[in-house]
């Protein structure tokens, strides 16, 4: 491992004994869930609706999700893409937070090669201190969007930068973290604020996500929890959780492996109805994945699209990965699924055109395995 790596497995234990679950990284099942349940949102935007309507809807969830014991509410960041409003993940946590008071908020996750690390750990230090210990921050290497807005995003010479500036980079925002570079270092009399140079504080755990095996060993090699993309590299999922666990060296964050995985679920009252929405994200994504993104079709446009043999095996191969139907059917789903990756933690993202739809899925999925019902708190 390279200093980098080792650097960043220092800077993030956060004090305390290995058997410690720093800032609720390890979660609690709900209700009859075999494993904890927790949101990704992508504030999807469906054609005819606007970003504010999103938006509102992602509270409305963030709220839900709290009321009913899923554990955490994670937002993606993506650029670029006018079916997701998710740009500024920062942004829209402190919204969240502002509107609820107990789940766990975090960004799943911050693309680091799009950000100065500096800038990283004031954003979620303000965070942190709007809502102490209910903030994670899940980083991921990939840009989010594609190469050109990557460029205008990170600005003229750091496009290419290699995947092993990474592990740098990492272990350059976790000092900044726990303000803690050394003697001589350039950055040592640079202080994140808010952060420890005020006085004692929290911090936001660290998390890597990935769709591959770089982030899986390096979550691994500096013991600290991953985050898979299963919902949108489900062929990768088994190996990448294999190399996680097999790389996994105790730290002072974990004593043991803690492996989330996302999952695309859609639950509705019906079959047919989650077959509807499902298949408005499958042509968005075939839209996205052919260089022509745009809002989240409706049902009806998505029902009418006459899809060539090429587009039909890519929608319905995107279709196979994700776990819709009646609520009955998603939890059977769920459960397969968590048994079949052994993932400690389930996140769903239930991209549909409809933010009701949304809203409904998830209240069904916790329906479904009973958990609990817990009045919001009050504005």
């Known amino acids: 491992m390279s200093d980098a790596g080792d650097d960043v497995q220092g800077g993030a234990s956060g004090g305390g004994g290995a058997n410690r679950n ?7 099942a709900r209700g009859r869930a075999t ?13 005819g609706s606007t970003a504010h309507a999103s938006l509102r809807t992602s509270v409305e969830i963030a709220r839900l999700a ?14 670029s893409m006018p079916g997701v409003a998710s740009s500024s993940p920062a942004v829209i946590l402190a919204h969240l937070a502002a509107h ?31 809502a102490p210990g209910r903030i994670d921050l899940g980083l991921g290497r990939a840009p989010g ?20 500036e990474f592990p740098r980079r990492l272990a350059e925002l976790t000092r900044f973290l726990d303000d803690d570079f050394p003697d001589g270092h350039p950055y040592a009399r640079v202080h994140a604020v808010p952060g420890p140079v005020q006085g004692p504080t929290g911090r936001p755990p660290l998390w890597l996500l990935g769709s591959s095996g770089f982030s899986a060993r390096l979550a691994g090699e500096l013991g600290l929890p991953f985050a898979y993309a299963h919902h949108f590299s489900a062929a990768g999922t088994l190996p990448a959780l294999d190399l996680y666990r097999r790389s996994f060296r105790p730290s002072a964050v974990l004593d043991a492996p803690y492996a989330v995985i996302g999952v ?24 996205l994945r052919t260089g022509r993104p745009g809002l989240i079709p409706t049902p009806e446009e998505a029902a009418a699209y ?4 090429q587009e039909r095996e890519f929608v319905d191969g995107w279709i196979a ?51 609990p019902v817990e009045a919001p708190p009050a504005d």
């Open 22 to 28: 720093v800032n609720g990284i390890r979660a609690t």
């Open 35 to 47: 494993v904890p349940l927790s949101v990704l949102d992508l504030v999807t935007v469906g054609a």
């Open 66 to 79: 709290e009321s009913r014991g899923y554990h955490r509410h994670w937002v993606a960041e993506h650029h």
């Open 100 to 130: 609820t008071s107990r789940i766990r908020l975090g960004s799943g996750g911050v693309m680091l090669p799009n950000h100065a690390p500096l800038a990283v750990a004031e954003q979620f230090g303000t965070l942190e201190a709007l």
């Open 145 to 164: 969007t594609d190469g050109r807005t990557a460029a205008a995003l990170r600005g003229p010479g750091r496009l290419d930068e290699a995947a092993d």
């Open 264 to 287: 695309s679920a859609l639950a509705a009252d019906t079959e047919a109805q989650a077959r509807a929405q499902v298949l408005t994200g499958a042509l968005s994504m075939l839209r």
């Open 306 to 309: 006459d899809f060539a043999p």
């Open 321 to 371: 990965n994700v776990v819709h139907g009646t609520s009955d059917e998603v939890r059977t789903g769920l459960d397969d699924l968590a048994k079949l990756t052994g993932a400690d933690e389930l996140m769903l993202t239930a991209n549909a055109h409809s933010g009701a739809a949304r809203l409904r899925s998830y209240e069904l999925v916790a329906d479904a395995y009973g958990m």
